[in-house]
Each structure stands twice: as C-alpha cells, then as structure tokens.
C-alpha cells in the first residue's frame, strides 16, 4: 500500500543511541544539511523523512526485491504550496499511481514518497530518490505512469491552483 494513503507516524528512531545508523541515514543527514532551512523546518523534515524511509523499509513485500543503498543516489526534493484543498486532493489521486508505478516497476527508484505538512495541511514535499541521475532522466520521465501524470501537475501549475520549488542532490 502506498504512503500517499496512509498517515505518517515517526517511529522512534533508534532504540539507543549505541544503535547504528541504517544504511540510508547517512545520505539523507547529507541531503539536509545542504537545504536552506530554519532549525523548526530542518526538524520536522528530518523526522518525516525518517518515517517515511521507516514506513517505507517495514512495508515492503516479499514480492518486492530489496534496493541497494548506494552513497551517491540521486535525489529531488519537491516542496508543493496548493491554493485549495480541492486542488491537493486532486493531485494525491494522480500521485499515487504515480508512486506505485515508480516504486514497482522502476528498479532504479528506491523511494518515491510524498509527506503532507502538519503545520498546514496544503503544504506537501514529495521525496524522489534513484539510483543515479540516469535512472530518473532516462527511466522515470519516460514511463507511462509519469507522462500522463505531469501535464495534469503542470496544467494545476499554470492555473495557480499549486507553487512549486525543489532541489537536486
């Protein structure tokens, strides 16, 4: 089941602080890090971030096949501002088959996840991470779930119904 459907909760992050870091802390802490963010807004990302990579490892498959962690992935994170929640709403029906395709049918993906503010619930960052710039440039933008999924986002962007900004890691 996808993310898009279910609340995130953060689990605990670790038991002790003896605990190693899973394999994926170390290349998220270097990706905020290099985001321009208050302390408040670097803390709630970083604890969304880490349920969702929680979330995310917990609620694999056996029909999934695990993905390597690899130290140079490529990331986008995209931070959305919707005008109306009618217009969020929208958007999560054409985000999750998004997701799902991506997630199953892209080796190259190892998370596709979306996150919805608490402080205000129009506000979304979705978390896009490959295995390497070349797997979402040449595999993801080409893939049928992506290409009827993007004009529906850039046609909501042209109305003014949502703002988008992002980053590349």
Known sequence: QSLASQ???PPPLRKSAHQPLSPAEPEMIGVLKNLSLSTRELVILTVGVSAA??????????SQP???VKEKAFWLVVKLN?????AAQRFLKKFKPLAEGAL???PGTYAFEIA??????????????YRDKSAYLDDHKSQKH??????VLQAMQDSGEVELSGESY
């Open 7 to 9: 609340p995130l909760i």
């Open 53 to 62: 990579l929680t979330i995310s490892t917990l609620s694999s498959s056996a």
């Open 66 to 68: 695990a993905r390597r």
């Open 82 to 86: 919707f005008k109306t929640e009618d």
């Open 104 to 106: 199953h049918g892209e």
């Open 116 to 129: 919805q503010s608490d402080k205000n619930p129009l506000n979304y960052l979705v978390f896009e991470r």
């Open 146 to 151: 992506f290409l009827e999924y993007r004009p």
